[in-house]
Antibody, heavy 122, light 114 residues
Framework: QVQLVESGGGVVQPGRSLRLSCATSGFTFSGFGMHWVRQAPGKGLEWVATISYGGHNDFYANSVKGRFTISRDNSNNTLYLQINSLSVEDTAVYYC???????????????WGQGTLVTVSS | DIVMTQSPDSLAVSLGERATINCKSSQSILYSSNNKNHLAWYQQRPGQPPKLLIYWASIRESGVPDRFSGSGSGTDFSLTISSLQAEDVAVYYCQQYYSTLPWTFGQGTRVEIK
């Protein structure tokens, strides 16, 4: 079955960088668009970034544009999120999520990982 | 950006009773080209990631119990749990995926047992 396992979170100081990973299995990774969605402690869900199945197109929320970079390694079935210039407002659980259908961005998030917590604190 | 507003923020329902959550979009999310409402519902149990329940406003995801149903069109939508079970205690989110990004979520509705 579909498995998404995030890693790379931790406690980091403001202004520093972090790279999150999402290791996947159970489906043909190279055929599906992928997403990052975050959730600040006790708050709701916020879409962060999306990458097309081939990796040629990426999209970002205004709140992270210019600081976050989504990428993928289709040979290793892994999704990444590079986060630069971290601020306390970036403190959240970061989830990776998968499109429901291959080679087409349906709009909803069919499968989610368990998330990785990023805490930005001095 | 399309703003999604859920009501109420929380509700307490007795076991076996009906729970209804409302979701209102700041503009219509009924896409004329496919005549579909671009709305999904998710359930997030405590300490768990969100789980997809419904898409296209009323289509249940595979494996979701039929006590969950979605309805509505245009700007006004509802998620109904026909007979609340203990395992349904969770926060529920609506999400629109109309047109271009960003696809946005409602603020969430907490469902508890009365």
């Amino acid at each position: 079955q579909v498995q998404l396992v995030e890693s790379g979170g931790g406690v980091v100081q403001p202004g520093r960088s972090l790279r999150l990973s999402c290791a996947t299995s159970g489906f043909t990774f190279s055929g599906f668009g992928m997403h990052w969605v975050r959730q600040a402690p006790g708050k709701g869900l916020e879409w962060v970034a999306t990458i097309s199945y081939g990796g040629h197109n990426d999209f970002y929320a205004n709140s992270v544009k210019g600081r976050f970079t989504i990428s993928r390694d289709n040979s290793n079935n892994t999704l990444y999120l590079q986060i630069n210039s971290l601020s306390v407002e970036d403190t959240a659980v970061y989830y990776c999520a998968k499109d429901p259908r291959p080679r087409y961005s349906s709009g909803w998030y069919a499968s989610w990982g368990q998330g990785t917590l990023v805490t930005v604190s001095s | 950006d399309i703003v999604m507003t859920q009501s109420p923020d929380s509700l307490a329902v007795s076991l076996g009773e009906r729970a209804t959550i409302n979701c209102k979009s700041s503009q219509s999310i009924l896409y004329s080209s496919n005549n579909k409402n671009h709305l999904a519902w998710y359930q997030q149990r405590p300490g768990q990631p969100p789980k997809l329940l419904i898409y296209w406003a009323s289509i249940r995801e595979s494996g979701v119990p039929d006590r969950f149903s979605g309805s509505g069109s245009g700007t006004d939508f509802s998620l109904t749990i026909s007979s609340l079970q203990a395992e349904d205690v969770a926060v529920y989110y609506c999400q629109q995926y109309y047109s271009t990004l960003p696809w946005t979520f409602g603020q969430g509705t907490r469902v508890e047992i009365k």
